[in-house]
Nanobody
């Protein structure tokens, strides 16, 4: 089973930026549909953004549109989530997830079709 690992979490001020990175140690991340999800205590995990494999389409949840960008870096075998104009309500544990390449980005985000989860990385935004 493919494993994914996140990095890049931390703290930021409201209006600031952070970039999260996702890799698949031992696997080729380009092969998989990749998604970013987040969860706060007491709430369900929610999708943030997803990006397809062979179909490089992207899908964003409403809260992320216009502020977050998901992208691939084939040279470094990574998928990034660039988060700009951060808000305190973006505070959460962010998870990278992988799915088979047959899963479309929209289905991964909208239906939560995930085959492997990362351990999560904390993002804290202060006002």
């Amino acid at each position: 089973q493919v494993k994914v690992a996140e990095s890049g979490g931390g703290s930021a001020q409201s209006g600031g930026s952070l970039r999260l990175s996702c890799g698949t140690p031992g696997f080729t991340i380009e092969y998989y549909t990749i998604g970013w999800f987040r969860q706060v205590p007491g709430k369900e995990r929610e999708a943030v953004a997803c990006i397809g494999s062979s179909d490089p389409s992207t899908f964003y949840e409403d809260s992320a549109k216009g502020r977050f960008t998901v992208s691939r870096d084939s040279a470094n075998h990574a998928v990034y989530l660039q988060m700009n104009n951060l808000k305190p309500e973006d505070t959460a544990v962010y998870y990278c997830a992988a799915a088979d390449p047959s899963v479309r980005a929209s289905h991964m985000c909208a239906l939560g079709v995930v085959h492997s989860w990362g351990q999560g990385t904390q993002v804290t935004v202060s006002s």
